[in-house]
């Protein structure tokens, strides 16, 4: 099919671009994608992202020739000239600074090859210095879950929640976020009779569904979860098999919660202490139980010892190594899961082994001929305050930093301290605007590869659409620069994204024994058993992935949030709504999810929207000492009292203007979740009867 611009384009199945769900979806005519059957997406069902998929690719925003910057302005310039400014300005920095003076941003929008090859580059050049926004997501998630039971990844699969009796939903609204994931799998499940219980501070699409729903103030995920385990060791809700068979330190964790006033807990963490005891009960009294989650626990400070409170929970009753229990982080993007399984990492190579290991740095070694330096990078936010200092130059592929990093006004001015940076991306982003070379890469639906959804399954992509203008394959790009940049371009000859997998492969052992002709049109789970040529579907069933039958329980205290509320400020707490998607360089491009809800909204509660002074409708002004931004109030319920809610989909500039530096000291991912912030009428700047 050819299209009015002259592109052409073909239906073949390949994954959406959009959330680690990982609906299979193709082109349809006129300018629309379409579900098709697919390993998750059973009966082709899609979300309207889904639908919308195809209006990015074929967008007039488009970058179709590389840029770069002469005198202070972009210029169009042929690929060879933009590739050998990208090679004299890392290579520069590299000789000038050594290679850890070179910053590599992964991309969780892009293919496990594509990934593959980029922490490839910055391990040859010799520096761990690699990373994506999984750092911004589920980081602390990975951190405590791998800990404790040796794996971040989700303990169970989609299919297995259908059969769970309890859903708990901590600080995700898969509802709209991973709507497929919720529709066909978690929706059953609660038809079915399973209780949801949902603990957010906002009421959305998911806590419709909820049987209970724990409005808490944001930032005290740690006392609700404390309370919920003493309601359950006080109630004798526990498993007491379980806990003494698969887990280690119960008398410890037993004293520490025997301390726990659950009616103090309620008040801190501002919820109702019988609903606390409901939740408790539902979640202790179910055969099979759930955890789902998201990003309202892990982007905290403390967001690593949330999940500590929440394994806890799943530890106490005995749920995890069954279908239908278990610990389920939703992972954001289509391959956010894979571009962390394949080494996008800075600690850790392709399967998680970390760079510290001598053994794994020389099996690796034995594949690329050369050792990975073993020293672990830093990760994104720390790298991005050292710009200037001793990052030097920054590759920024599939990302968009300067926007969607916390305090992101002072990040996107840390772009200017760098003596180089290249920007590889769709469009000529916030961030690409400090490059010195923006290249353009190829959209999901010009490019082949694989991708991993949340449930661990690696699916293929397939070409539904040629380039435009001079856009490259994204693979090639990297492949190219490699070659250049590296003194073994041997090691990135590739005959394609297929011997890229093949090496991966050989160099993950939890991708071990997959093939393309083994995904075929389905898909392959890891762990993956290479003698029987099928996937684990429910880990940690006998033993946990640390290799130990048991787990440790642990003592988790309260931690207080970063900002500290002067008088009179509310908490704002940020997120997603269903037509949007993050940074909004894909979503703000489709007519069809702009014209579904394209309203920069900031959710206040009716008490606090009287006491300011503020309408339903009313422009509104969000400021503390980092930042203002503009949006105009939607006054409901749906927020409790003292908090606000927007997105950092669309205000200019977008939420990030307002939130945090705070690290979690483990994890390091930000605290996206809790900002002091003033909110008032905004001023008019044309008031009546003013010239
Ligand atoms: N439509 C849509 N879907 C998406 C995305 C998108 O942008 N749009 N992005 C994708 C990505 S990258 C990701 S990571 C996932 C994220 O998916 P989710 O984790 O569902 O995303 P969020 O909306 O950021 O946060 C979830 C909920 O946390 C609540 N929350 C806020 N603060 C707290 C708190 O302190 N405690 C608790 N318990 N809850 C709190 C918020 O009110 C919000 O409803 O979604 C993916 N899917
Ligand atoms: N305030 C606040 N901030 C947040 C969050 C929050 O909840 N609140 N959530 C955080 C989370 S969980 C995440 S994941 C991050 C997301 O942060 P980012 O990853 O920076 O944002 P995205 O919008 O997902 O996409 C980044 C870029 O990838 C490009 N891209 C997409 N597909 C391709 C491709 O195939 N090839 C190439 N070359 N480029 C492509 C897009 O054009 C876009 O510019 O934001 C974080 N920031
Ligand atoms: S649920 Fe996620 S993967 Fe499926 S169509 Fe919607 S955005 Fe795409
Ligand atoms: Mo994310």
């Known amino acids: 099919m050819t299209d009015p611009t002259g592109r052409e384009f073909e239906s073949n199945p390949t994954v959406c671009p959009f959330c680690g769900v990982g609906c299979q979806i193709e082109y349809a005519e006129r ?130 929640l259908r059969e769970t009796d309890c859903l708990f939903v901590n600080g ?35 806590t419709e569904a909820a049987d209970v729903h724990l409005p808490l103030r944001p930032g005290t995920d740690i006392e609700v979860a404390n309370a919920i385990a003493a309601v359950l060791v006080e109630e004798g809700l526990v498993d007491e098999a379980f806990l003494a068979e698969r887990t280690t330190g119960f008398d410890r964790l037993r004293d520490r919660l025997a301390a726990v006033d659950v009616a103090a807990n309620a008040e801190a963490a501002g919820v109702d202490p019988e609903a606390i005891r409901e939740a408790a009960r539902a979640y202790g009294e179910a055969d099979r139980a759930a955890i789902v989650t998201g990003m309202g626990t892990s982007q905290h400070r403390c967001g690593t010892d949330n999940v500590h409170a929440l394994l806890n929970l799943a530890l106490l009753t005995g749920n995890v190594g069954r279908p239908g229990t278990g610990v389920n982080p939703l992972r954001g993007q289509n391959n956010v899961q894979g571009a962390s399984d394949v080494g996008g990492l800075p600690s850790v190579l392709p399967g998680y082994e970390p760079v510290t290991d001598a053994a794994a740095r020389e099996r690796v070694a034995d594949e690329w001929g050369v050792e990975p330096p073993s020293e672990p990078g830093l990760t994104e936010v720390e790298a991005t305050h050292r710009f200037g200092d001793e990052v030097r130059a920054a590759v920024v592929f599939g990302e968009n930093p300067a926007v969607t990093e916390p305090n992101a006004t002072a990040v996107a001015s840390a772009f200017e301290d760098l003596d180089f940076c290249v920007v590889i991306d769709l469009f000529e982003t916030a961030t690409a605007t400090h490059a010195d070379v923006v290249l353009p890469g190829s959209a999901w639906a010009e490019k082949a590869g694989t991708v991993t959804n949340t449930d661990r399954r690696v699916m293929r992509m397939r070409p539904n659409a040629d380039l435009p203008g001079n856009a490259r394959r994204d693979l090639d790009i990297l492949t ?48 993956f058993s290479a003698s029987d040529g099928t996937g684990t579907d429910v880990l940690h069933a006998e033993t946990f992935a640390t290799g130990e039958r048991t787990a440790p329980l642990a003592v988790v205290d309260p931690v207080p949030p970063a900002d500290e509320l002067d008088a009179g400020e509310l908490t704002l707490t940020t997120g997603r709504v269903l037509q949007h998607f993050n940074s909004g360089a894909l979503s703000r491009r489709s007519d069809r999810l702009m014209a579904m809800r394209g309203e920069d909204t900031l959710q206040i509660n009716p008490t606090d929207a009287v006491e300011r002074g503020i309408d339903d409708g009313d422009r509104v002004t969000v400021s503390n000492e980092r930042g203002s931004v503009e949006a105009t ?48 009428p905004t001023a008019d700047d044309d008031p009546a009867g003013a010239d």
């Open 31 to 160: 300018g629309g994608a379409t579900g098709v059957e697919g390993a998750v997406n059973a009966r082709g069902e899609i979300c309207p992202k889904g639908a919308a998929a195809f209006d990015v690719v074929d967008h007039e925003d488009r970058l179709t020739e590389p840029l770069v910057r002469h005198g202070g302005r972009f210029v169009t310039a042929p690929w060879a000239e933009a590739l050998d400014r990208v090679v004299d300005g890392i290579g520069g920095v590299v000789d000038r600074h050594g290679p850890d003076a070179v910053q590599f941003f992964a991309s969780s929008n892009c293919t496990n090859e594509e990934n593959y090859v980029l922490q490839k580059l910055a391990r040859v050049l010799g520096t761990n210095n690699v990373d994506n926004c999984a750092r911004l997501c589920h980081s602390s998630t990975v951190a405590a879950m791998s800990e404790r039971f040796g794996a971040g990844a989700m303990t169970n699969t989609l299919d297995d």
């Open 172 to 206: 995700a609204n898969p509802a709209e976020q991973h709507p497929v994931a919720f529709r066909s799998y978690l929706l059953p499940a609660i038809r079915d009779g399973a209780t949801l219980v949902h603990v957010d501070p906002r009421a959305n699409d998911t």
């Open 480 to 527: 190219d620069l490699s070659r250049r940049l590296t003194d073994r371009p041997e090691a990135f000859d590739y005959d394609g994204p297929e011997a890229v997998f093949d090496e991966l492969t050989r160099v993950a052992s939890i991708y071990e024994g997959m093939s393309y002709e083994g995904i075929g049109d389905g898909s392959q789970r890891w762990p």
């Open 633 to 680: 109030a939607a006054v409901t319920p749906a927020v409790r009292e003292g908090v606000a809610f927007c997105t950092f989909h669309y205000a200019d500039p977008l939420a990030n203007a307002l939130t945090g530096d705070a690290l979690d000291p483990e994890a390091k991912i930000p605290e996206f979740k809790h900002s002091g912030v003033a909110v008032e």
